[in-house]
């Protein structure tokens, strides 16, 4: 596995893929970090990383509303299918775990889907922060609340029902790991 940061509007995030994929999209400071080698600090390590970082450039500067990047999210086969649910969820709506759930054949499974989705590693590009209670109200978010009403914002959804402070953690910089320019 090789990574990158990479600066955004919501702080930095550290990405990671193997040779052929993107594995992961990380907040530093938010939980158990991967260990990835560093790359030489001048660019994203391999094609799959450039890729990523180029796509959410676009993304934070209102340019880009799907990633075309190549996926290998790791889980179980339910969680794969939930991502991959989540995938379809349009830019700018939001959708709750229970419509999530029915959307895949059994709403009686709205906890597992909602942990599955909170299991979710590549946020953003699989966009788990589409996702909110049946009420409208922001749910959990490995990134905070803050960060999801951010990117909820960020593509137009102006109806959340619960009100958190606006500001973002700025975290430091992981040590394993060089910077990668965003917006």
Same mark, same amino acid.
């Given at each position: 596995?090789?990574?990158?940061?990479?600066?955004?509007?919501?702080?930095?995030?550290?990405?990671?893929?193997?040779?052929?994929?993107?594995?992961?999209?990380?907040? @530093?400071?938010?939980?158990?970090?991967?260990?990835? +080698?560093?790359?030489?600090?001048?660019?994203?390590?391999? %094609?799959?990383?450039?890729?990523?970082? &180029?796509?959410?450039? &676009?993304?934070?500067?209102? &340019?880009?509303?799907?990633? %075309?990047?190549?996926?290998? +999210?790791?889980?179980?086969?339910?969680?794969?299918?939930v991502w991959e649910a989540l995938r379809a969820i349009p830019y700018g709506t939001t959708l709750s775990y229970s419509?999530?759930?029915?959307?895949?054949?059994?709403?009686?499974?709205?906890?597992?889907?909602?942990?599955?989705?909170?299991?979710?590693?590549?946020?953003?590009?699989?966009?788990?922060?589409?996702?909110?209670?049946a009420d409208g109200s922001l749910t959990g978010f490995g990134g905070g609340l803050d960060r999801k009403r951010w990117l909820l914002e960020h593509e137009g959804v102006r109806d959340l029902?619960?009100?958190?402070?606006?500001?973002?953690?700025? &975290?430091?910089?992981?040590?394993?790991?060089?910077?990668? @320019?965003?917006?």
């Amino acid at each position: 596995m090789i990574a990158t940061l990479f600066e955004s509007p919501i702080g930095e995030l550290l990405l990671t893929a193997s040779d052929s994929a993107l594995t992961g999209v990380w907040f @530093p400071g938010r939980g158990e970090l991967p260990a990835a +080698p560093a790359n030489d600090g001048h660019a994203p390590a391999n %094609a799959v990383l450039a890729r990523a970082c &180029e796509q959410l450039a &676009e993304y934070f500067a209102g &340019e880009r509303t799907t990633f %075309a990047v190549p996926l290998e +999210p790791g889980g179980t086969a339910f969680q794969r299918r939930v991502w991959e649910a989540l995938r379809a969820i349009p830019y700018g709506t939001t959708l709750s775990y229970s419509e999530l759930a029915r959307r895949l054949g059994d709403v009686r499974a709205t906890r597992a889907v909602g942990a599955a989705n909170g299991r979710n590693p590549i946020p953003i590009i699989v966009p788990c922060h589409r996702v909110v209670g049946a009420d409208g109200s922001l749910t959990g978010f490995g990134g905070g609340l803050d960060r999801k009403r951010w990117l909820l914002e960020h593509e137009g959804v102006r109806d959340l029902v619960q009100h958190s402070s606006p500001n973002v953690i700025d &975290e430091p910089p992981h040590p394993d790991v060089a910077r990668h @320019p965003g917006v």
